[in-house]
C-alpha cells in the first residue's frame, strides 16, 4: 500500500488516540497562533494544538486535493521528546510513528 492510501486512515486514527488521550479541544486556538513561522509553531501551540490544528488539516487538505504529500519528515521525535514523561501520550506517538514511515 501506498502512503495515498494509509494516510487517510492514520490521519483518523492520531485523531481518535488524541481523543482518547484528551488532548482533543472544541475550540480553534486565536488566529494569530495558527500563523506562527516556527517548526510546530512551538512559539504559540502546544503540540497537540499543532497536530490538531496545523498538521492534520494541511495533510487532509493535500490528499482531498490529490496533491503530493510530503515525504521523507520524521515528526516522531519532537513529540517523543516533548512528552517523554507522559507515558499516556504513547499511543498517540505510535500513530505518529506509523505516519513517519509510510511518509518515507
Do not use: C
Not at 488532548?23 to 494544538?49: C, G, H, I, N, Y
Not at 517523554?84 to 518515507?104: C, F, G, M, T, W
Amino acid at each position: 500500500m501506498t502512503s495515498r492510501t494509509l494516510l487517510p486512515s492514520l490521519l483518523v486514527e492520531l485523531q481518535a488516540e488524541l481523543k482518547t488521550a484528551a488532548l482533543w479541544q472544541e475550540r480553534m486556538p486565536p488566529t494569530k497562533a495558527l500563523q506562527s513561522v516556527e517548526p510546530f509553531s512551538l512559539d504559540t501551540l502546544a503540540p497537540e494544538q499543532w497536530l490538531q490544528w496545523i498538521f492534520i488539516p494541511r495533510m487532509q487538505a493535500l490528499l482531498e486535493a490529490q496533491s503530493a504529500t510530503p515525504t521523507g519528515f520524521a515528526i516522531t521525535p519532537y513529540f517523543e521528546q516533548v512528552w517523554q514523561a507522559q507515558p499516556e501520550h504513547n499511543r498517540v506517538i505510535a500513530v505518529l510513528r506509523k505516519i513517519d514511515e509510510v511518509s518515507r
